[in-house]
């Protein structure tokens, strides 16, 4: 309950940071729409900022604390919700890995070449293209697997209070974020930046605020001294 209470706790903050850093690039610099590599290129050099790697960064943490939650709901499940318990593991797992090494490959592979003028080949490869081989690994990631953990973690969770807070909030981030991945695939391009920021993001800072709290209950219920 300790390690769960701790990797909500780490959720939080990271995606409260990836937040922060996004609304600070978002008045801090113009809004940039893909065109081709060239103007990307021209638009990073011409307003250089930590802020999008740092964001980057936070997400890649998440995704593995993220890991470490699914596991802790896990131990923390009824018997007669051990399988979709295991399902939300298995499926938090194919998250970390899909949209963990998508943000690896922006602050490293994609930063050096770009600092090195090494530009054949990025177009695939950068976040900025939203339909690049990298960007659609991401939207899998996002919008399939985290969904379906989401949807898979809800069930544990019985009952009134914290835990049908938690259920709720699981649920409709599961469904935001399947929403999401359609619109991706009917490129609709409105609905993916509604879901998929304003909307996820509500999801998931009330289900992450929520978890914390429940196995700080948890934790305290169980030490010896309770």
């Given at each position: 309950?300790?390690?769960?209470?701790?990797?909500?706790?780490?959720?939080?903050?990271?995606?409260?940071?990836?937040?922060?850093?996004?609304?600070?690039?978002?008045?801090?610099?113009?809004?940039?729409?893909?065109?081709?590599?060239?103007?990307?290129?021209?638009?990073?050099?011409?307003?250089?900022?930590?802020?999008?790697?740092?964001?980057?960064?936070?997400?890649?943490?998440?995704?593995?604390?993220?890991?470490?939650?699914?596991?802790?709901?896990?131990?923390?499940?009824?018997?007669?919700?051990?399988?979709?318990?295991?399902?939300?593991?298995?499926?938090?797992?194919?998250?970390?890995?899909?949209?963990?090494?998508?943000?690896?490959?922006?602050?490293?592979?994609?930063?050096?070449?770009?600092?090195?003028?090494?530009?054949?080949?990025?177009?695939?490869?950068?976040?900025?293209?939203?339909?690049?081989?990298?960007?659609?690994?991401?939207?899998?990631?996002?919008?399939?697997?985290?969904?379906?953990?989401?949807?898979?973690?809800?069930?544990?969770?019985?009952?009134?209070?914290?835990?049908?807070?938690?259920?709720?909030?699981?649920?409709?981030?599961?469904?935001?974020?399947?929403?999401?991945?359609?619109?991706?695939?009917?490129?609709?391009?409105?609905?993916?930046?509604?879901t998929m920021n304003p909307l996820m993001g509500g999801a998931v800072l009330a289900s992450t605020v929520a978890l914390a709290v429940y196995f700080r209950r948890a934790a305290k219920a169980a030490s010896p001294a309770a």
């Open positions: 309950a300790r390690l769960g209470f701790w990797a909500a706790l780490g959720g939080v903050i990271t995606f409260v940071v990836f937040t922060v850093c996004f609304v600070l690039l978002a008045v801090g610099r113009p809004l940039y729409l893909w065109t081709n590599l060239p103007d990307y290129v021209a638009f990073v050099r011409a307003y250089p900022s930590p802020l999008a790697d740092i964001a980057r960064l936070s997400m890649l943490i998440f995704a593995v604390l993220f890991v470490v939650l699914a596991n802790s709901i896990y131990d923390l499940a009824a018997p007669a919700h051990k399988s979709t318990a295991r399902l939300a593991l298995s499926f938090a797992l194919a998250f970390a890995v899909t949209t963990g090494a998508h943000y690896f490959i922006q602050i490293s592979a994609v930063r050096v070449s770009i600092a090195h003028d090494a530009l054949a080949g990025l177009e695939q490869v950068i976040q900025a293209n939203p339909y690049s081989a990298v960007a659609a690994m991401n939207m899998l990631g996002w919008t399939v697997f985290f969904a379906l953990a989401s949807l898979c973690a809800a069930p544990v969770f019985t009952g009134r209070g914290l835990a049908r807070m938690i259920r709720v909030a699981l649920i409709a981030n599961g469904i935001i974020c399947l929403v999401g991945g359609a619109s991706y695939v009917l490129e609709n391009t409105a609905v993916v930046f509604v």
